[in-house]
């Protein structure tokens, strides 16, 4: 256990640090609107991929931490368990799809463990069967993903229609 709370340490460190690099505003960059990033000259391709990559080998760190903790390698179908609940904790803990923190990351794991311990005792309290919980928590965590998706949606729609409206009062 303190092997995984030092990688992790180590990832987030990393992670910071990679941020304040050159790759690193690249990386924002290309994210952000590629061709604001090919016109200030960034080789765009060489940035994904790097940036696919880095977020790879975290992702298997993440992974194997996962999988050590639960107490099984699972290996073939593991990734399907962690990969909707990663999402959801991250956007549980204030994320959005434009903007993502490490304090972002442990606040939605904190609260996801919650989440975990409370829902089958609150299922046995309120219907005697702590399997309700379980549909509750896979449902509140696709509810969660769903949610965040349907309000950036809007908020970009919104943005957009007042973009349009600023602009047509300045034409007329």
């Known amino acids: 256990s303190t092997g995984s709370w030092i990688v992790i340490a180590v990832i987030c460190l990393l992670t910071v640090y990679i941020s304040k690099t050159k790759l690193g505003q690249d990386i924002r960059a290309v994210g952000q609107n590629m061709n604001v990033a090919v016109a200030a000259g960034i080789d765009v391709d060489r940035t994904r991929i790097i940036a696919t990559i880095l977020s790879t080998v975290v992702a298997a760190w993440g992974q194997i931490i996962y ?20 999402v959801a904790a991250i956007l549980v803990g204030g994320a959005s799809i434009e903007r993502a923190k490490i304090s972002h990351v442990f606040l939605g794991a904190l609260l996801f463990h919650i989440l975990f311990f409370t829902t089958p005792l609150s299922a046995t309290e309120l219907f005697n069967d702590a399997q309700l919980g379980e549909y509750f928590r896979v449902f509140l965590c696709y509810g969660v993903i769903a949610a965040s998706l349907l309000l950036f949606a809007l908020k970009k729609n919104a943005e957009y229609k007042n973009k349009l409206q600023a602009e047509f009062r300045r034409n007329r």
């Open 67 to 86: 999988l050590q903790n639960i107490g099984t390698l699972q290996t073939y179908y593991s990734h399907e368990q962690v990969g909707t609940y990663a």
